[in-house]
């Protein structure tokens, strides 16, 4: 059932990188990919060897990156399972101080980048009949938040196009889901004064931040046989911050 690569982007570090370590340990072969290199591929090496796992350097925001890497993965692994579209930015700044400039920078990434492989990978997992689409989200996309509304536009988008795409897709046997994770402790997160931390943490009934794996573990559901009939979700995995 999970013959073929799955490609997770954003796997250098971070949420994106427990995704890849969890998948990996379950032996699916990995495509990775990153804007950075160096990381990128000393994870590869890491990870490499029970298991199949390539590093492909690119940016997501750019639709000859996708389709350059899609087209790559698809040669050098045989075939596409699933694609986990992880890789994401914020830029955040009060809203009527937000510049054009500021409000694209999470579209072009989050939302386009998203958008861009998820359209490279359909017409592959549609030809083979068979195909899982993991998109990461965010509960801001569901809430909205105070000084993040380019990133929780770019969020909600995510979430929408993966409910249209679940639709059109479903015929072939393909599956398209959003992961929404609340308050994850990764690099995204660290630089949040203490006492913003502190006020998230106040909002999540299970008392402590995500960690990476709390997501990939859902992710790596979301690519098993057990999922096969789920589809057009948004699964939220927050410790109950937004429930
Ligand atoms: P992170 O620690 O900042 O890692 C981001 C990853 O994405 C890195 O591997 C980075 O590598 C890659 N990346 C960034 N821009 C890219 C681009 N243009 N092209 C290719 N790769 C790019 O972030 P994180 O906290 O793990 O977040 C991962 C995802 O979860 C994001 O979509 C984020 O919005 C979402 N999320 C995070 C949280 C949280 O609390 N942390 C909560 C909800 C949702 P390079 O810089 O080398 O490209």
Not at 34 to 62: C, F, H, M, P, W
Not at 151 to 174: D, H, Q
């Amino acid at each position: 059932m999970s013959d073929g690569c799955v490609i997770v982007t954003g796997a250098s570090r971070g949420i994106g990188e427990a995704i890849a370590r969890e998948l990996a340990a379950a032996g699916y072969d990995l495509a990775i990919v990153a804007r950075g290199a160096e990381r990128l591929e000393a994870l590869a090496a890491e990870l490499n060897g029970e298991t199949k796992v390539k590093a492909y350097a690119g940016d997501i925001s750019q639709w000859d990156d996708a389709q350059r890497i899609v087209t790559q993965a698809n040669e050098d692994f045989g075939a596409i399972w699933g694609v986990v579209n992880n890789a994401g930015v914020t830029q955040d700044g009060l809203f009527v101080r937000m510049t054009p400039e500021a409000w694209q920078k999470p579209i072009d990434v989050n939302l386009n980048g998203t958008f861009y492989f998820t359209r490279a990978v359909a017409p592959l997992m549609m030809r083979q009949r068979r195909g899982r689409i993991v998109n990461i989200s965010s509960v801001i996309g569901v809430t909205g938040n105070a000084g993040q509304a380019n990133y929780a536009a770019s969020k909600a988008g995510i979430a929408a196009m993966t409910k249209s795409v679940a639709k059109e897709l479903g015929g072939r046997g393909v599956t398209a889901n959003t992961v929404a994770p609340g308050f994850i402790a990764t690099d995204m997160t660290a630089d949040l004064p203490d006492k913003v931390k502190a006020g998230m943490l106040a909002q999540i009934p299970l008392k402590r931040l995500g960690e990476g794996k709390d997501v990939a573990g859902v992710v790596k559901f979301l690519l098993s046989a057990e999922a096969s009939y789920i589809t057009g979700q948004v699964l939220v995995v927050d410790g109950g911050m937004i429930a």
